[in-house]
């Protein structure tokens, strides 16, 4: 089976094998490296405040990397434009958060981000956001899908910076912050609490890294697949040998003056045929030219 291996059109096909087999490999390495998340960063980094306009910018996609992280502003909230976002929990009941855009100074083009200025029970009309320039630290997290709005009037169901770019037509940030502390002029208090709402408290991230099972049934597809690869390479070699086998055996008997089929069928012992006749079938040589000639 060797030889029948070495031949040209066996190499270049063992080579082509062996290429769809690396595409197969390195397809299974991607999806393994996509089934674990990226770590969070560090809490000893995310916890020390950094100033928003230079740890991320309004044009960028905010990723996991970035997110999560205590920032500073300074600006003011435009008037008029507060929601609600329904179904938030603090400290085990439902209520809304109450969110207002705020435009960063040294921002480009004016760009604002959605600041979540605290919890209320009820979507009653929440309390008026404080004016004036004002200093905020918040932590950053990244914006939330846009769903079927259930609520009416300034209450929605998700914090969707895109939904709230049209809602409110500004251009924003791709995140939104939580507002902690909020100081305004000589140092004010301008936090939640400071003006009739319940503080929003959002921890770190857990360091853990999350599994994504399906990546990785995924990547064990594609290793088989890579050995399949190989295996029918195998198979078409053992085909093409065992051809190469059945012909000689077929010259052989022809050169002997016999039947190569009744050979074969012998050899398998044909069921419901007699041993006998079997065995009569096979030394029955074939009619030659020559044996016609000496009738």
Known sequence: MLKTALKPRWILSLLGALVVATGFVLLSQWQFNRSATDAPPPVTTTENPVALTSHF????????????????????FLPGKQILISN???GGEKGY???APFEVDGAPDNNTIPVVRGWQPDES????????????????????????????GIVFDSLSVAELINIWDVPSY?????????????????????????????????QERQI??????YGIE???????????????????????????ADAAAIAAGLDPVAVYQNMAGAPGADPAQRTQSTSTPIETKDTKDQK
Request: proline fraction near 8%.
């Open 57 to 76: 910018k309004p044009t960028e996609v905010l990723m996991a990397k970035m997110a999560d992280q205590m920032v500073e502003a300074t600006g003011h």
């Open 125 to 152: 009309d929440p309390a008026p956001a404080p004016t004036g320039t004002l200093q905020l630290t918040g932590r950053l997290l990244p914006t939330e899908a846009p769903k079927t709005r259930t609520g009416d």
């Open 222 to 248: 594609w290793v088989v697949f890579a050995g399949f690869a190989v295996f029918l390479w195998y198979r078409l070699v053992s085909d093409d040998y065992r051809r190469q086998q059945e012909d000689i």
């Open 212 to 217: 994504n099972w399906l990546n990785i049934f």
């Open 174 to 206: 791709s995140g939104f912050l939580v507002a902690g502390p909020v100081t305004g002029e000589n140092q004010m208090d301008r936090s939640a609490e400071a003006t009739g709402l319940i503080q929003v408290d959002v921890g770190p991230q857990p």
């Open 88 to 90: 938030r929990l603090e």
């Open 97 to 99: 958060w109450v969110v």
